[in-house]
């Protein structure tokens, strides 16, 4: 809503700023909101115009002048030149539209003849103001422009019509009927703000996003460590034990909270109660490996209980619902869990095609699958040659190596969160030592557990870091590395599901798999 006037300017006169010739004028204008830059809306207006010379029985001019535009208004408060919470808001506006009215007066061509006209033309506008910031919807605003008019002179005079032009003098109030939003209340509005659940208090750049000066994904605000990479709270965890180096006694070597962040050092003296579990009346976990098609690489391993009726195993399929596919149907470790039935490709899991007899269940010309094995060409990775699903479409391997499942090697036992192998577990491994050592074609996996206290995170490291212990103790004892694998499942694959002190050490363990070249 805005008070103002339009002043002439032509070949009458000019009356920029001549308030002695003031004639008052009103308007209104609704705009939108459409980027911190830039507003666009609608605006309509109305003046009385009135122009009279040195002598007004020679000419004058008056009119009823209405205005219809649209405009485009670029705002310096946009965030770069100025905060957009400025208390004051410079502006300058483009605008195109309509002007309607009549004029009539003392003609200054025909020696002051009366003269009536009636006006419809397109004018623009170009003007620049200023909003004053009052309170949160409520803004002044004060601007100046300049109207240039198309059509013909609307002054009585017609030697130079082109000179016709008026200029506006604005001032007025603006309400705003909405708040810009700011979900997070970090200064930058939604419409802008890429980062749209900003912490509260965090520092934010020009797009709203947090200040994360090292690039560690973890904001400043949230950041211990600000000026360096790291994982655990921001800060560098060298020994990867999520315990930050600055709180690490020992940030060099992996360890444990209760240690200040070093190896729990057990001596040989200690009591061993506790880390002796009677683990040979306790069921053990059924390895399955599945071969694959390239000799040289690993196999797939799958693991289930031979426990029944367990709420792990819902089929009582002995295979444990959370490697199994199908945990309300009873299946085969081969299909996955899964019935015959159904069947998945061991890669991508999407189903496929099932055998009937020697043949594949597909219809005649085998679309989509060029070697009919029953495998889709897209997931088949030996598309042209015949192949077992569980070897991804390729020829099963005949020379794999034996599982020796007749060689039963005994688990070793830790401490909670501990690496250290005890006096009791080593005197164990030198009997697998002596196996291994007696015939050279034996090899040995080696799986490493935790109990399911902590995060899946560090059991995952604390297994791994327990099967590399037991690794590193055969090499120095004389066997070979090439003959050695290892993996850690931190607390995936439970042998004792209760919550004793007994249970949790039995889960505490490394596995012992035999296996022939």
Same mark, same amino acid.
Request: charged residues 20%; hydrophobic residues 30%; proline residues 6%.
């Given at each position: ?7 002439? /300017? ?5 009356? +920029?700023?001549?308030?002695s010739?003031?004639?008052? $004028?009103?308007?209104? /204008? ?17 003046n ?7 002598? %007004?029985?020679?000419? %004058? ?28 808001? *410079? ?5 195109? $539209? ?13 020696? @002051? ?9 397109? #004018? ?7 909003? &004053? ?7 002044? &605003?004060?601007?100046? @422009? ?14 130079n ?8 003098l604005?001032? #007025? ?27 509260? #208090? ?11 000066? =090292?690039?560690d ?13 790291? /994982? ?42 506790? !880390? ?10 059924n ?14 391993i ?20 959370? !490697?199994?596919?199908? *945990?309300?149907?009873k ?11 159904? %069947? ?20 005649p @010309?085998? *679309? ?11 997931? =088949? ?15 099963? %391997? ?19 969160? /501990? ?27 080696? &799986? ?6 902590g ?24 066997? =070979?590395?090439?003959?050695? &694998?290892?993996? @850690?499942?931190?607390?995936?694959? *439970?042998?004792?599901? #209760? ?6 050490? +039995? ?11």
């Open positions: 809503m805005n008070y103002g006037s339009i002043q002439y /300017s032509g070949e009458l006169g000019n009356q +920029l700023l001549d308030f010739q003031w004639q008052s $004028g009103y308007g209104l /204008s609704l705009s939108h909101y459409i980027s911190p830059s830039f507003n666009a809306g609608l605006q309509a207006g109305y009385f115009l009135s122009v009279t010379g040195p002598d %007004s029985m020679t000419f %004058s001019m008056y009119g009823n002048i209405y205005t219809s535009i649209g405009y485009v208004e670029y705002k310096l408060a946009n965030g770069y030149l100025l905060k957009e919470k400025s208390l004051i808001q *410079p502006y300058i506006k483009a605008a195109g $539209g309509l002007i309607n009215g009549k004029t009539w007066g003392s003609s200054m061509d025909n020696a @002051g003849e009366p003269y009536n006209m009636n006006i419809q033309t397109l #004018g623009f506008l170009l003007s620049a103001g200023c909003k &004053f910031k009052i309170t949160d919807h409520i803004n002044a &605003f004060v601007d100046l @422009g300049n109207y240039w008019i198309v059509d013909e002179g609307i002054d009585g005079a017609r030697s019509p082109a000179k016709d032009m008026f200029y506006t604005n001032a #007025g109030l603006i309400y705003s009927f909405g708040k810009v939003k700011d979900s997070d209340k970090d200064g930058v509005h939604d419409t802008k703000d890429k980062c749209p659940n900003t912490p509260i #208090g965090c520092k934010v750049n020009a797009i709203g996003c947090p200040v994360d000066t =090292d690039n994904s973890i904001p400043d605000c949230l950041d211990d460590c600000p000026d360096q990479f790291g /994982s655990i709270i921001g800060c560098p965890d060298k020994d990867g034990d999520n315990i930050p180096d600055f709180k690490d006694k020992c940030p060099e070597e992996f360890g444990t909270i209760g240690n200040k962040g070093c190896p729990e050092q057990l001596p040989n003296t200690e009591n061993q109660q506790g !880390i002796t579990p009677n683990d040979d009346s306790k069921t053990s976990v390895i399955y490996l599945v071969a694959p098609a390239n000799n040289n690489s690993l196999p797939t799958y693991s289930s209980s031979n426990r029944h009726g367990l709420a792990f195993d819902s089929d009582g399929d002995q295979i444990a619902d959370n !490697i199994d596919h199908c *945990p309300d149907l299946g085969t470790i081969e299909n996955f869990g899964c019935p015959p039935s159904i %069947s998945f490709d061991s890669l991508t899991m999407l189903p496929v095609i099932n055998y009937a007899g020697d043949k594949p269940a597909i219809i @010309g085998c *679309p989509g699958d060029k070697d009919c094995d029953g495998i889709a060409d897209e997931i =088949d990775k030996c598309p042209e040659i015949a192949g077992d699903i569980k070897n991804k479409g390729c020829k099963a %391997s005949s020379s794999f190596a034996k599982w020796r499942s007749d060689i039963k090697v005994p688990a070793v036992h830790f401490a909670t969160g /501990s690496t250290y192998l005890t006096e009791y577990s080593r005197e164990r491994l030198k009997k697998l030592i002596d196996l291994l050592t007696k015939d050279p074609n034996l090899n040995v996996w080696i &799986f490493g557990h935790t109990d399911a206290k995060s899946s995170e560090i059991n995952i490291k604390i297994s791994e870091k327990r099967a590399t212990s037991v690794v590193d103790f055969l090499i120095a004892n004389g066997i =070979d590395s090439s003959r050695i &694998f290892s993996m @850690g499942f931190g607390e995936t694959f *439970p042998v004792a599901f #209760g919550h004793t002190n007994e249970d949790q050490l +039995l889960n505490r363990r490394i596995d012992f798999y035999i296996f022939e070249k």
